[in-house]
């Protein structure tokens, strides 16, 4: 299956120029589907949502989406508390934690951002107890062989290098990764930092000589985390505008970052981490760098 992975567009603080030959280039890829990781908006007013929603419409692949913190409305508090999702629901999607099943490849969307939060800065992010629970019930809809991959606006891992802006992973980020592993969660894709990187998560003592190799076949494989930089927004630290093209077969994923270099849009150089050992499956990446 191949799919392309956008973040924080940021409609309404965005680069026109970018934004008018996005689409273009992921028609240009034929990708089966569109996953895009929240924040489409800037601070949630209608008119901003209207563009995120004309751009939707000039991309013929189906849409999987999760909202950002910001997509819940910054300007009118009223809106905020009483329909922090009206807007979203009307222009992007009805569901704000999808379910989706294609190729082989299960999607499962769960919604980070809040509407307020116990800190001055409401746009960190949260996964509840109640969101991890429910999980297992909600991945039961899953075909038992499917690749099971996570859709979140905030980050369950920083990057390896130093951040230029302090910032917090998501509420409950490890007890989160400690559930996906238990339920073979193979990638997890989100955005938010404004960073292009992928990382690994291994959880310990998962893997025992003898367990079947591949995706689909291992009973628990390490976590490979995606991130994707802004796509569109001006928002910019230190990297281009990028977002991610991914390739999920039974026994590899992988991702190449495509970056806008002022006229348009190239993959970089693809990097390829050594052949793991016979029980973990074959990853190829392509992390990149950069900043919410």
Do not use: C
């Amino acid at each position: 299956m191949k799919f392309v992975h956008l973040s924080d567009l940021h409609f309404g603080h965005h680069d026109p120029a970018a934004a008018e030959t996005l689409a273009a280039d992921i028609e240009s890829l034929n990708p089966d589907l569109i996953v895009i990781s929240g924040d489409f908006t800037q601070v949630g007013t209608k008119a901003e949502f209207e563009q995120a929603r004309a751009f939707l419409d000039t991309l013929s692949a189906p849409v999987f989406a999760v909202p950002g913190n910001h997509d819940v409305p910054a300007i009118n508090i009223f809106r905020r508390f009483l329909n922090p999702y009206g807007l979203y629901r009307r222009y992007i999607a009805k569901d704000t934690e999808p379910f989706l099943e294609m190729n082989g490849v299960a999607f499962l969307g769960m919604r980070t951002s809040r509407r307020a939060r116990l800190e001055w800065n409401w746009g960190h992010g949260t996964i509840s107890r109640s969101q991890l629970e429910d999980l297992d019930e909600r991945f039961s809809q899953a075909s038992p062989d499917a690749v099971r991959v996570i859709v979140a606006h905030h980050p369950v891992l920083f990057p390896t290098e130093p951040m230029m802006q302090k910032t917090k992973r998501v509420k409950r980020a490890d007890e989160a990764l400690a559930t996906f592993a238990r339920l073979g969660v193979r990638l997890v894709l989100s955005g938010h930092f404004h960073l292009s990187y992928v990382r690994r998560h291994e959880a310990p003592d998962t893997v025992t000589a003898g367990e079947p190799v591949g995706l689909r076949q291992s009973a628990v494989a390490p976590i490979l985390v995606a991130q994707a930089s802004s796509t569109i927004s001006t928002r910019l630290r230190g990297e281009a505008n990028s977002y991610n093209l991914v390739h999920i077969t039974p026994d590899e994923i992988i991702i190449d970052v495509r970056d806008w270099n002022g006229s348009g849009w190239a993959t970089r150089v693809r990097e390829s981490e050594p052949a793991p050992a016979p029980a973990e499956p074959l990853v190829q990446v392509e992390p990149g760098g950069g900043e919410r």
